[in-house]
């Protein structure tokens, strides 16, 4: 009899904790900050649904689903299993953290300068804000096929930099950046407003950048 | 089935024995990849060979006019660009001087800046040439011949290589294309490239393609691609492809002794009755996107789920 309830006692542990394991490594689509609608003129509500509720959602899904095989392989120790799942585990978790990052850089307020000590390291490692801005376009529109424009900051030296990702590699594993800012070239991004004018889509943008959340990033790493 | 394709070759016009007999009756706009091994000072932007709206519903009048207007001409603008860059800064160089089929075999010998700038936009013209030539609408879309013969050996059946080729154009991440290819032993088989990188870099002959970029269905899928995939089918035009592959074993050299296929009128309209084959294969496809396996029976996923690529959410 206490053997058996014993053995009910940690079956139910078990249970539950394998319950909440699947459950914390469960990722959710994060609440737009604002409404669809709310970057108009720069990006149409449009846009932003698909965007948001059908390219980040799959991301956010495809990677819940990669994740389960990862804990699978690992479990029963299939290393080839677990290798041939890094490139999804890649293409999907970098996406959900990228568009994460990015809902948050634009903001219906946004838009015009920074101030403050944000202001003051850009002019510092660019020379003025003018010229980060348009070295970011340019490297931005320059992006041959998808991928991301980031300014990033490089902790070991204390500065910032512009560079650019491929596909939907997050910034901070491949270069060890902090991601600050990112500007998403996708053509989905863009192409229902823009069709192929990538340049005009990324001059539009800076108007409703929220420079408090670019701020608040780098205060966070300083 | 044996009805139809009985009627089709009874439709075969009467033609001289000959690769180059078919061409009497096409235009220059169907066989405008040609241009890519002959030198010339500027590359012309080539036209379509058929009109903006003559691929509907498969493909929409906007979405060909950006990707030919915008997205081709573009490519096309910045690669002879490229070209009389590096042509007036390299005089001495031979590989300057030949055409762009032998530059986009040879990349390696291009030296930067100029390489990246050809390899992107040289790509981008060629492939281009290659996507709108093999589509046409109100056509047989299936493979003939010998064609035909290769695709049932190596992937066991027509519906057998659409499955493998939609796979591979679904799983495709980030930009690039889709292509069925040939090398030089004569084997096809199915291969990606990214961006705009193309298959003749390889050293293989590009048959078939399909572009996966996002600017290629966007505007009438957004973000759908499996559906894009499966109305493309409806003009995959399989009678360009054996034109192609014809032209490309005479480019290498590679040209039968004797030519006694049937020569087919690929151009020839197909009544809707006959279109019945290639539809199936069509709408097949892209039910079965649509299910998932739930309890031992297929079921079709939720709706708000179809266009994820999770096979259960």
């Given at each position: 009899m206490?053997a058996?309830?014993?053995?009910?006692f940690s079956?139910?542990r078990?249970?539950l904790?394998a319950?909440?394991?699947?459950?914390?490594?469960?990722?959710?689509l994060?609440?737009l900050?604002?409404?669809?609608?709310?970057?108009?003129?720069?990006?149409?509500?449009e846009?932003?649904e698909?965007?948001?509720?059908?390219?980040?959602?799959?991301?956010?899904?495809?990677?819940?689903?990669?994740?389960?095989?990862?804990?699978?392989a690992?479990?029963?120790?299939d290393e080839?299993?677990?290798?041939a799942i890094?490139?999804?585990?890649?293409?999907?978790g970098?996406?959900?953290?990228?568009?994460?990052?990015?809902w948050n850089?634009?903001s219906?307020n946004?838009?015009g300068?920074?101030?403050?000590?944000?202001?003051?390291?850009i002019?510092?490692?660019f020379?003025?804000?003018?010229?980060?801005?348009?070295e970011?376009?340019?490297?931005?529109?320059g992006?041959?096929?998808?991928?991301?424009?980031w300014?990033?900051y490089?902790?070991g030296?204390?500065?910032?930099?512009?560079?650019?990702?491929?596909n939907?590699?997050p910034?901070?594993p491949t270069?060890?950046l902090?991601?600050l800012?990112?500007?998403?070239?996708?053509?989905?991004?863009y192409y229902l407003q823009?069709k192929?004018v990538?340049p005009?889509y990324?001059?539009?943008i800076w108007?409703?950048?929220?420079?408090?959340d670019?701020a608040?990033r780098?205060?966070?790493?300083? | 089935?044996?009805?139809?394709?009985t009627?089709?070759?009874?439709?075969?016009?009467?033609?001289?024995?000959?690769?180059?007999s078919s061409?009497?009756?096409?235009l220059p706009?169907?066989?405008?990849?040609?241009?890519?091994?002959e030198?010339r000072?500027n590359?012309?932007?080539?036209?379509?060979?058929?009109?903006?709206?003559?691929?509907?519903?498969f493909?929409n009048e906007a979405t060909?006019?950006?990707?030919?207007q915008g997205?081709?001409?573009a490519y096309?603008?910045?690669?002879?660009?490229?070209?009389?860059?590096?042509?007036?800064?390299?005089?001495e160089?031979?590989?300057?001087?030949s055409?762009?089929?032998?530059i986009?075999?040879?990349?390696?010998?291009?030296?930067?800046?100029?390489?990246?700038?050809?390899?992107?936009?040289?790509?981008?013209f060629?492939?281009?040439i290659?996507?709108f030539v093999?589509?046409?609408?109100?056509v047989y879309t299936?493979?003939?011949g010998?064609?035909a013969?290769?695709?049932n050996?190596t992937?066991?059946g027509y519906?057998?290589?659409m499955?493998?080729?939609?796979?591979?154009?679904?799983n495709?991440f980030?930009?690039?294309?889709?292509?069925?290819?040939e090398?030089e032993?004569?084997?096809?088989?199915?291969?990606?490239t990214?961006?705009?990188d193309s298959p003749?870099?390889d050293g293989?002959?590009?048959l078939?393609v399909?572009d996966?970029?996002?600017?290629a269905y966007y505007?009438?899928h957004?973000n759908?691609?499996t559906?894009y995939?499966?109305?493309?089918?409806?003009v995959?035009h399989?009678g360009?492809?054996?034109r192609?592959?014809?032209?490309w074993?005479?480019?290498?050299?590679?040209?039968?002794?004797?030519d006694?296929?049937?020569?087919y009128?690929w151009?020839?309209?197909?009544?809707?009755?006959k279109?019945?084959r290639s539809?199936i294969?069509r709408?097949?496809?892209?039910?079965?996107?649509?299910r998932?396996?739930?309890?031992?029976?297929?079921?079709?996923k939720?709706?708000a789920?179809?266009s994820?690529?999770s096979p259960l959410?």
């Amino acid at each position: 009899m206490l053997a058996r309830s014993g053995s009910v006692f940690s079956w139910t542990r078990r249970a539950l904790g394998a319950a909440a394991k699947t459950f914390r490594q469960q990722h959710t689509l994060p609440e737009l900050p604002y409404a669809a609608t709310a970057l108009e003129p720069v990006i149409s509500g449009e846009i932003m649904e698909l965007h948001h509720g059908k390219h980040h959602a799959t991301y956010v899904n495809n990677l819940n689903a990669a994740k389960e095989q990862l804990q699978s392989a690992l479990q029963s120790k299939d290393e080839n299993g677990v290798i041939a799942i890094q490139k999804a585990i890649k293409f999907n978790g970098g996406g959900h953290i990228n568009h994460s990052i990015f809902w948050n850089n634009l903001s219906p307020n946004g838009g015009g300068l920074p101030i403050g000590a944000l202001l003051e390291a850009i002019e510092r490692d660019f020379g003025s804000f003018d010229i980060f801005r348009a070295e970011m376009t340019a490297k931005t529109v320059g992006i041959q096929g998808s991928g991301w424009g980031w300014l990033g900051y490089e902790k070991g030296k204390n500065r910032l930099v512009v560079t650019t990702c491929p596909n939907q590699d997050p910034l901070q594993p491949t270069t060890g950046l902090i991601p600050l800012l990112g500007i998403d070239v996708w053509e989905h991004a863009y192409y229902l407003q823009y069709k192929n004018v990538r340049p005009e889509y990324v001059n539009k943008i800076w108007d409703v950048v929220n420079w408090d959340d670019v701020a608040k990033r780098l205060s966070d790493v300083q | 089935m044996a009805g139809g394709v009985t009627v089709c070759v009874l439709l075969v016009s009467v033609l001289a024995v000959g690769s180059s007999s078919s061409t009497d009756q096409l235009l220059p706009e169907d066989t405008a990849y040609e241009m890519i091994t002959e030198y010339r000072d500027n590359y012309p932007p080539p036209n379509l060979p058929y009109a903006y709206d003559a691929l509907e519903p498969f493909v929409n009048e906007a979405t060909l006019k950006v990707h030919h207007q915008g997205h081709h001409r573009a490519y096309c603008t910045k690669m002879n660009a490229a070209l009389k860059e590096w042509r007036k800064q390299d005089p001495e160089s031979q590989l300057a001087k030949s055409s762009l089929y032998d530059i986009m075999k040879n990349l390696s010998g291009v030296p930067e800046p100029w390489r990246t700038a050809i390899r992107n936009n040289g790509g981008g013209f060629i492939n281009h040439i290659f996507y709108f030539v093999t589509m046409r609408n109100k056509v047989y879309t299936a493979p003939m011949g010998e064609l035909a013969k290769q695709v049932n050996a190596t992937f066991g059946g027509y519906e057998r290589f659409m499955e493998e080729f939609g796979e591979a154009a679904r799983n495709l991440f980030g930009s690039g294309y889709v292509w069925l290819v040939e090398d030089e032993e004569r084997n096809i088989s199915i291969i990606n490239t990214a961006n705009q990188d193309s298959p003749i870099s390889d050293g293989l002959y590009p048959l078939l393609v399909l572009d996966v970029w996002e600017h290629a269905y966007y505007l009438q899928h957004m973000n759908r691609r499996t559906n894009y995939i499966g109305k493309w089918w409806g003009v995959a035009h399989w009678g360009a492809v054996s034109r192609i592959q014809e032209w490309w074993r005479k480019v290498r050299g590679d040209e039968d002794e004797e030519d006694d296929e049937e020569e087919y009128d690929w151009e020839k309209e197909v009544p809707e009755e006959k279109m019945r084959r290639s539809m199936i294969g069509r709408k097949r496809f892209q039910r079965k996107r649509r299910r998932v396996e739930v309890g031992g029976k297929m079921r079709d996923k939720p709706r708000a789920t179809r266009s994820c690529n999770s096979p259960l959410v």
